[in-house]
């Protein structure tokens, strides 16, 4: 006998990039951050007192939320620690949204937002990106004539890299009658002109931030992100919602170390950025073609001129111990999403790369 | 403007045990083990690669579940990994009830169950436990007559520390149309003479056994628990709905080291089971009543004859900085849960308690 409720029983669940068993492995197909943590995490861990695990962990998460405050100038009371973005992501959906009302998203987006609609037996709105990935003008309108509760929007986009402005986030926070969640989890990659938009949340109580410390942080492993927004959508996810001790005690105290390291992280993502704009090149200089990203992935078009598909690529890099990231889902199925790597990683790509797209059938 | 749903809105959430600031005092209020964890502990977090944080963790903790696996004799497919036991009670609920559908349990029992509910907006049905805290008989022809989808039975009891027979469960398994979790966060402190019900599974596809670090392994700090049944009940959690990465890679690694240290648990748990039996002692020779406990704390009845309620007694002890657990709610209101803590502790108890329960008004 099956006891799974109907929604989960018709769902696939949220598929991951691949997880290559070998260390020598390149491993461009999840977005990791190619260098180490902070030198305080190693340093944390360390010297942590272990025999403290006996006594639960502060539920609340005080001392890393008050570091994340002090970070955005903002309030604790702003703030809610979660595990990882994706924590924050399905408690926006189970605190916000009621099973049957829909939620709304650009087409393409992160793959997990339609995942946890499912769960939630939550209706799907989508609207398309414009051909240069740009989110269209008539997005907050669209997802109000639908009836949408929440959008997610994640920006930088991902799988495209595509930045939208702050002020055409502040257009669409305006006009839109639901929650708006931007999730900022590629933010740390971007050029200086841009900026986040967290300044803009004393002016909209619709508005919340994510942050994940996976990706600029280097800590995907750790599993720590958080949420920015006017306390009232903080307020019931911290003490309705969330799971009592959502956060271990090492991980807050290594979170909040690595926060405190705001220089390593700009010089890792400062380092990043031109290997960004370098493998670009590179992939340009073979003929394909790739969108202009602010994240720490680029999408690589292989147009119809070369003899293998991107799906044969994504296969032939497999086989050479390289991965990167195939979707094969409408608008996508020309294309690669390619996490920046090291610089001599990048390289390597490039020189794989040439031979299979030029070689005879 | 309120985004909360109404469900949310209306809802109190869970109230943890209050975390003393200071270290010097006696926190006997959220039933944690009062010995360190393993020495592997402290090991495995020394010798953590903290620059691999960079990389995401395993999403299905293959190692840990193969660890937990064999510790139990059943296939790592049995075994789904979670953030403490609360993480699978969420996923439970969240997996196998539709909204609206209702969610069974005794009265009174852990208090999270009802959270869990309310914010999947399932009504609960309630079976009142015995006067000596035993489930009753008709509890699963209730059960089934109310409709439930998904009962739970917390054994040992909490807050009462009575157990229930593997006999009694299976009865119960039996008869149930829906699913029987079974939460074993106590079982490391059970008498040789009872049994946990694990090895019920292979004959029941509705029952569903969890199990906690937090207590016998001194964990509550780390947030590791896991849940063991049929195939069936464990693959849509695994698969859908848990957050893809739901533990980091320490917590992975010091939980598989915690697990391999039978030896240590054990020892710690004949201390606690020893300091129980001499606490229980203490305290009934002070004239208190003591419920029969196979847990790592006491619910502790303050008859009339003493001229200080229940509360006074728990406000009293603040002041002296021991913390217990008072419970403001129909047939708890002369009780507190105190939990074993380590011998002079549970000394120190008995001596401030005599003196306020015969002093003069």
Redesign the interface.
Known sequence: ??????N??K????S??E?PGSADSI?LN?N??????SPN??KA??K?Q??????????NADGLRRAISQLHSVSPTNVLAT??G??LL?LLV??????GKKIGMTYPTYS?YP?LAE?Q?CPIESVELNSDWKVPDHFASDMNDKGV?LCFLVNPHSPTGTFTTKAKIEEIANELD??LVIDEAYIDFIDDQFQSCIDLIPRH??LIVLRTL?KGY??????VGYGIAQE??IH?ML???K?????????QV?ATCALEDQEHKRKCSTLIKASRNKLQEGLEKLGLAVAPSQANFLLVTIPDQFQLTAYDLYKELKTKNIFVRYFNMPRLEDKLRISVGLPEQNKKLIKIIEPLLYRPK
């Not at 280097?218 to 599993?223: C, D, F």
């Not at 799971?243 to 991980?251: A, E, G």
């Open positions: 006998m099956s006891y799974e409720r109907n989960i029983r769902m696939l669940g949220y991951s990039g997880q491993k999840t990791e951050n190619p260098y180490p943590p995490v190693l861990g360390t942590f272990y025999n403290n695990l006996r006594l639960y962990p502060d539920g595990r990882g994706d924590e399905r189970t605190t916000f949204v009621d099973p997990l995942v769960i037996d509760k639901s929650i109580d619709n996976s280097s800590l995907a492993g750790l599993r009232e959508l019931p003490t309705k919602t799971d009592s001790y959502n956060l271990d005690q090492i991980s290594i």
